[in-house]
């Protein structure tokens, strides 16, 4: 099968933020507690961090962490896990007890050791437009009043200086605690924003949102003076109740359905005039739905069928691969798309798994590590002028896939090319032929793949079959460069 791309290197098109490249933490089985924090674990300094996994993570440049949640964050209340009395007290969201050991204070701790910036959602369900400057103040005032005082109090006389906070998280839902109408929704978001604003204007703050016309035409109407960011979320394969997960081809046609949300969004930024003011984080998205039945039972189990989030061979190529359509579509709307937080990041339907020998990393891990590492943040004009195409039916749709999904990059001050090409054929390997302007001069390329054996092919304890692989191409410059991309890969080639 054959593809042709054709790259205009000089025309640059956007330039991306490293915060598209974001990852997700909640206070959901364990990725707090047994994944980034397990004081009894041999891999955890006094300060209960795995460093395994805090290597993991800086591997991969994680540039920001969003925290708490997620649902839980909407009946949570910050002030309970501060200082050295920390106040247990039962989750609502997830009908468990929070132990509040991981609070505000660890939470700044671990994203200084790992080099991330943090961003905090606040509490718009139970919570209030105080509780939250309440807690701007904790973090970013140096010394006035009550809240700034306790942050010193506890032993951090500096300001953390936390830029990104979000005014509550999918408050939209029935599923939510505290959920809110429209017409609640735009004035409670005007309230909060304003009192966080006051105590602090240089925040960043979005709101939870959907791609939606009638909540985000109030939300905007009564908020969007404050908003520099506007909140939305996805997640494809819905297994939230039944775990029955798609296979490799219904997740490939998956890949398709992307872009519209993100599309639509920006529409609607652009009908009320927030284009270029309000930006896109797209702060929880992974292809599949986090498992967690019968939240609402008064009968079923809901807390075992949470551990079937842990078997590892549920996240295969079919991650790899829609986690890279999914990067690629926030680099081609980097005008608009700021920021987008993988959730989550540790454990659940996570990149990095724990267990007490170690982590396993997933197959969605290497495609961060291949992106971060060797994709540029210049995106450059570039189109497939030949594309093989293969189809998927399934029981309630008919989808006709390209082969080949690609975006051309380049770093800043540097010509080099460094083209992102993705095989989403599921068995099908790929001859792509990159035409370039042949008035540069290049004199090598580089071919670096996340690979597994099969499309269902996955990594476990003492099982890595998805991994890294780099391939030194020989090429007759200044002819065409044509690379053979493998089924169900994903692939960046670094031309210099
Ligand atoms: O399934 C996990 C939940 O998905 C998150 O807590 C929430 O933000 C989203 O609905």
Redesign the pocket.
């Known amino acids: 099968m054959v593809s042709k791309l054709k790259i205009n290197s000089r025309r640059e098109l956007s330039k991306r933020d490293k915060k598209i490249f974001g990852q997700f933490l ?1 206070h ?1 089985h364990r990725q707090i507690y047994g994944g980034i924090y397990d004081p009894t674990s041999a891999f955890s300094e006094n300060n209960g961090f795995r460093q395994d996994v805090l290597e993991a993570l800086k591997r991969i440049q994680v540039p920001i962490i969003r925290w708490p ?4 964050v909407s009946a949570y209340h910050w002030k309970d896990a501060i200082g050295k009395q920390r106040t247990p007290y039962f989750d609502k ?1 997830w009908r468990v007890e929070e132990s509040n050991e991981f609070g505000t204070d660890e939470f700044i701790e671990y994203c200084l050791l790992l080099g991330a910036e943090p961003y905090i959602c606040t509490n718009a369900g139970t919570g209030s437009a105080e509780e939250m400057s309440d807690w701007v103040e904790y973090c970013n005032l140096p010394s006035e009043g009550k809240w700034a005082k306790l942050r010193i109090e506890n032993g951090h006389p500096a300001p953390y200086k936390v830029k990104y906070w979000s005014i509550g ?2 408050n939209y ?1 029935h ?2 605690m505290g959920a809110k109408d429209v017409k609640e929704w735009g004035r409670f978001v005007r309230e909060s924003a304003k009192m966080m604003k006051r105590v602090d204007p240089t925040i960043e703050l979005m709101a939870a949102s959907i791609s939606d016309l009638d909540w985000n035409l109030d939300l905007l109407r009564e908020a969007g003076q404050y908003l520099d960011w506007i909140s939305i ?1 996805d ?1 494809w394969d819905k297994v ?1 109740e039944n775990n029955d997960l798609s296979d490799y081809e219904t997740c490939m046609a998956y890949t398709m359905d992307i872009e519209q949300p993100i599309l639509k969004t920006k529409y609607i930024l652009g009908s009320l005039g927030y284009l270029g003011k309000i930006r896109i984080a797209y702060d ?1 998205w992974n292809l599949r ?2 498992h ?1 039945p019968h939240v609402n039972s008064g009968t079923e189990d809901y807390l075992t069928p949470r551990d079937k989030n842990d078997i590892n061979s549920s996240y295969t190529m079919a991650d790899a691969v829609f986690t890279a359509c999914f990067l690629n579509q926030c680099l081609k709307h980097s005008d608009v798309v700021g920021m987008a937080n993988f ?1 989550p990041i540790v454990n ?1 339907r996570g990149a990095i798994f724990t267990h007490q020998e170690g982590i396993v990393l997933r197959p969605t891990y290497f495609v961060f590590e291949l992106y971060t590492r060797y994709l540029g943040d210049i995106i450059v004009d570039s189109w497939l002028s030949e594309s093989s195409i293969f189809h998927v039916d399934t029981a309630n749709m008919t989808k006709s896939i390209p082969n080949v999904d690609a975006i051309a990059t380049k770093r800043s001050g540097s010509e080099g090319l460094r083209v992102a090409l993705i095989n989403r054929h599921p068995d099908q390997a790929e001859s792509v032929t990159v035409q370039l302007d042949s008035s540069i001069q290049y004199s090598n390329a580089v071919l670096y793949s996340v690979v597994g054996d099969s499309k269902d092919a996955y990594n476990d304890i003492g099982k890595e079959h998805v991994r890294i692989i780099e391939q030194h191409l020989n090429w007759k410059i200044p002819s065409d460069l044509t690379v053979e991309i493998q089924p169900h890969s994903v692939n960046v080639l670094v031309i210099k």
């Open positions: 909640e959901f949640g997620g649902c839980f969201a998280n999918e839902g599923w939510e979320h997640y939230q929880e739905g986090w967690h959730s659940t």
